[in-house]
């Protein structure tokens, strides 16, 4: 490998994260807080309405911060 490769920046890992939810609604913004008390601040077009205070397990990808959420490390839901 070259000293002039690089990998691509766009590229991030997903990871299934548990928590409740803080900022509910019809979306497209969330807020959760995952178990090990980590707070995001979630977007996700067509993901329907999260109740707040529920328990879920979301599938998420950190993400640039083009879109403003609130609070917490901003991430989206990808599908599964």
Request: charged share 20%.
């Amino acid at each position: 490998m070259s000293s002039r490769h690089r990998e691509p920046t766009d590229l991030r890992a997903s990871a299934l994260v548990s928590g409740h939810i803080t900022r509910g609604g019809r979306g497209p913004c969330y807020g959760l807080v995952s178990e090990d008390g980590i707070e995001y601040a979630l977007h996700g077009v067509g993901y329907g309405t999260l109740t707040e205070g529920s328990f879920v397990s979301l599938r998420i990808v950190v993400r640039p911060s083009d879109a403003g959420c609130g609070p917490g490390l901003r991430a989206s839901i990808v599908a599964r």
